[in-house]
């Protein structure tokens, strides 16, 4: 069988590509799925569904045969079983972003199915039902997605600036320090009053200790500028997902079995007051 699907992300189409293009980024968002490995364009994983009392889950594989980002097209060629043997899936999915906006884009999704087993007595406008229901909780839990990433710039532009302001700092007081010793030399008055170079070694030395506790001084007003540096970003850590719960197919197909059986309910009723009339026409 063949379904066509669509949704819409309020993302850019670049990023929306890039998230589809990354089986890491999107399986925990499909109901169901869980990517056991990735490598290239090759990926394995096990998707869960429940019918009724049933549970299922197919193990399987997929490869994407097809990325032409100039077109935002990608297609994706699939395989499954269900482990305990009640049937089998396929899917060849091509899936055409376009955009609607600087921060829209809706997806496409053509799917060539073919289905056996217990989960094929679903028709064609049933199982069409629940995958836009699928798709439904899919794009909401990718946008929640790209609402929740951090900004990529913030953290590298406060470093920077910060590790401007350091050089600068530690170069005034480099600067600092080599005026110093232009004004102290200056002042040789001790000398001139007659009392010898033993008094002069005294006064050096005071002059000293002074330059060294005003250099203590200034380093630790230094410090905190350019140890301030880059602070590293605290963000609350994003809770572990859950491991994944199975897809309800009769739970996702109620509405659609609902609107398909009010017609066939309404034509049973329209068909119970005819019999009910002709009986009472006939006493």
Do not use: W
């Amino acid at each position: 069988m063949q379904l066509e699907n669509s949704f819409t992300v309020p993302v850019a189409i670049d990023t929306v590509y890039d998230a589809m293009n990354d089986p890491e980024k999107i399986t925990p968002c499909f109901p169901g799925a869980t990517l056991t490995s990735a490598d290239g364009d090759d990926f394995t994983g096990t998707v869960k569904v429940k019918l009724g009392p049933i549970s299922m889950t197919y193990k399987g594989k997929g490869t994407f045969v097809e990325r032409d980002k100039s077109a935002h097209k990608i297609v994706v060629d699939a395989q499954g079983r269900d482990s305990r043997g009640n049937g089998t899936a396929s899917a060849k999915a091509t899936l055409t972003m376009s955009s609607e906006g600087p921060e829209s884009t809706k997806v496409t999704v053509l799917t060539e199915m073919q289905v056996t087993g217990k989960p094929a007595q679903f028709g064609r406008g049933v199982m069409s039902d629940v995958g836009d229901k699928i798709l439904g909780q899919f794009a909401s839990c990718l946008a929640d997605e790209f609402a929740d990433a951090p900004a990529p710039e913030a953290a590298p532009a406060s470093a920077s600036s910060n590790g401007a302001a350091a050089p600068v700092s530690s170069g005034a007081e480099a600067v600092s320090g080599a005026a110093t010793p232009v004004s102290h030399p200056a002042s040789p008055a001790p000398v001139a009053a007659g009392s010898g170079a033993p008094e002069a070694a005294p006064m050096a030395s005071t002059v000293a200790e002074a330059r060294t506790q005003d250099d203590a001084a200034a380093k630790p007003g230094s410090n905190p500028s350019s140890g301030a540096g880059p602070r590293p970003v605290q963000s609350t850590p994003k809770p572990k997902r859950q491991q994944a719960e199975a897809i309800d197919l009769l739970d996702a197909s109620s509405d659609a079995l609902a609107k398909r059986l009010l017609p066939v309910a309404g034509g049973v009723g329209v068909l119970a007051i005819i019999l009910l009339i002709i009986r009472f026409a006939r006493r």
